[in-house]
């Protein structure tokens, strides 16, 4: 894929004694949000860690930028322009919403400017600023989460399942936090059960089975073709959102 910012080759991730990823080949167009559908247990959330060095690769090529980057310490893909937002949310309970985005700002103290456009999406955030960040509900965590990979631009965001426990409002002002940060030439990988928030803003879309890709192509096509989905997924996404 000549304009993929990022491309797996032949990826196989061991866990213990379990053969996870076996043979993981597929490119993240630059510029546009790559979905990552397939049933629970097919080896999406490992395909994540796995980019983001947390599983490293036991075989296979990952590539960031024109830059090798399977082997790599986490920290050294995150300097390299890659943010993770994993399922489990990763924030600081202890600490107040103000500290848990300012930690997660690597070049200094949050941009004012950058902080109101996160609140207009996230009006919790803003309203919780000085609060522990335990207080937060599930789903205004998952909005701390996210915003935290969001106050610097980053190259590539890789984010698993956004919309686990969030509202039905609240996923339509993530869909345009996403749609702006696509406009900003902000890279998406997306793992995501909500038929309906991946149909919305993918561009492509990668479907693993058994830690293998198992079909690629444009989200358009598989969202028209119920024939497809009902082959390729099964009944494993919520198609209403």
Do not use: C
Not at 112 to 122: G, K, N, Q, V, Y
């Amino acid at each position: 894929m000549p304009d993929a910012l990022l491309t797996l080759a032949g990826v196989h991730t061991h866990i213990g004694q379990y053969h996870i990823l076996q043979g993981v080949d597929f490119g993240v167009p630059r510029g546009g949000v790559t979905v990552l559908l397939g049933r629970n247990g097919a080896g999406k959330t490992t395909t994540m860690r796995t980019i983001m060095g947390l599983n490293p690769p036991s075989r296979g090529q990952i590539t960031f930028d024109g830059a090798t980057i399977s082997g790599l310490t986490p920290h050294a893909i995150a300097r390299s322009g890659v943010a993770y937002v994993p399922e489990q949310m990763g924030v600081f309970a202890d600490l107040t919403v103000a500290e848990n985005m300012t930690l997660a700002a690597l070049a200094g103290p949050p941009d004012t400017a950058r902080l109101e456009w996160i609140f207009s999406f996230f009006p919790a955030l803003k309203k919780f600023w000085r609060s522990p960040a335990g207080v937060l509900s599930g789903g205004q965590k998952q909005m701390l989460a996210i915003a935290r990979a969001v106050i610097e631009p980053r190259a590539l965001l890789l984010i698993d399942e956004p919309t686990k426990g969030i509202a039905p409002a609240i996923i339509d002002n993530m869909i345009g936090a996403f749609e702006e940060l696509k406009q900003q030439a902000t890279t998406i990988l997306l793992v995501e059960q909500n038929f309906h928030f991946a149909s919305s803003l993918g561009d492509t879309v990668a479907v693993m089975d058994d830690g293998r890709i198992v079909h690629a192509g444009s989200m358009a096509a598989l969202a028209t073709d119920t024939t497809l989905q009902s082959r390729l997924l099964g009944l494993s996404l919520d198609a209403h959102g």
